[in-house]
């Protein structure tokens, strides 16, 4: 009973490298979405896909793009990283967010240098 | 715009005393009403929701009831342990909203010493 997998779970990048966090969900949810998670900043939306072949922005969307390749994987990639960008990453999924909220993964530490 | 705030943390208890962190919500809906649980180094896990006024969720001991009178949704527990420290995230859902449809708060810190 996976839920929802995140790869890789730790990351140190320098600034201006390019990676892409992976994640998939074994539950048949139409939606997920990624989030960042900093200090005295709580959570913050960055995409979604309500849907398979469908993307939006959230909250902070600027510099990362996404990709929602099949109806389990929903990828993050960072083209150029910052140090703005140190944080950790976490992808979660729904089926009926108001009914069930969300599945969250264990999250991507990542840190740009 | 629909929002949820949360007390500020941290908080500090000792063991076996009652906890309330206090969350309340605006909203141009009818939401549902969650509370998530996130352990050091894990990811959000949720604890209990409520989807209608007046209802009541708990899970492990914890409880929130869901006041649409006063937009609120604190979350109690009788009888803290050591084992309850953690941050703990209050969340609202609407039909329809945009924005991935969960908003969070910012979240409130809970140590609880022996």
């Known amino acids: 009973n996976a839920g929802v997998t995140q790869t890789p779970k730790f990351q140190v990048l320098k600034t201006g490298q390019s990676m892409t966090l992976q994640c998939a969900q074994d539950m048949n949810h139409n939606s997920m979405y990624w989030y960042r998670q900093d200090p005295g900043m709580g959570l913050r939306l960055i995409y979604y896909?309500?849907?398979?072949?469908?993307?939006d922005k959230g909250e902070v969307p600027n510099g990362y793009n996404v990709s929602r390749l099949n109806k389990r994987e929903f990828s993050l990639r960072l083209e150029s990283a910052a140090p703005s960008q140190t944080s950790v990453y976490f992808c979660?999924?729904?089926?009926?967010?108001?009914?069930?909220?969300?599945?969250f993964g264990s999250g991507t530490r990542l840190t740009v240098v | 715009g629909d929002s949820v705030t949360q007390m500020e943390g941290p908080v500090t208890l000792s063991e076996e005393a009652f906890l309330t962190i206090n969350c309340t919500y605006t909203?141009?809906?009818?939401?549902?009403l969650f509370w998530y649980v996130q352990y050091p180094g894990e990811g959000l896990q949720l604890l209990l929701k409520?989807?209608?006024?007046?209802d009541k969720g708990s899970n492990k001991g914890f409880e929130a009831t869901y006041r649409k009178e006063t937009t609120s949704f604190h979350l109690e527990k009788g009888s803290v342990q050591v084992s309850d420290s953690a941050v703990y995230f209050c969340a609202l859902s609407l039909y329809g909203g945009s924005q991935g449809n969960l908003i969070f708060g910012k979240g409130t810190k809970l140590s609880v010493k022996p």
């Open positions: 979660a999924s729904s089926e009926n967010a108001i009914n069930y909220g969300y599945t």
């Open positions: 909203a141009t809906g009818y939401p549902s």
């Open positions: 409520a989807t209608k006024a007046d």
């Open positions: 896909s309500a849907s398979e072949g469908t993307t």
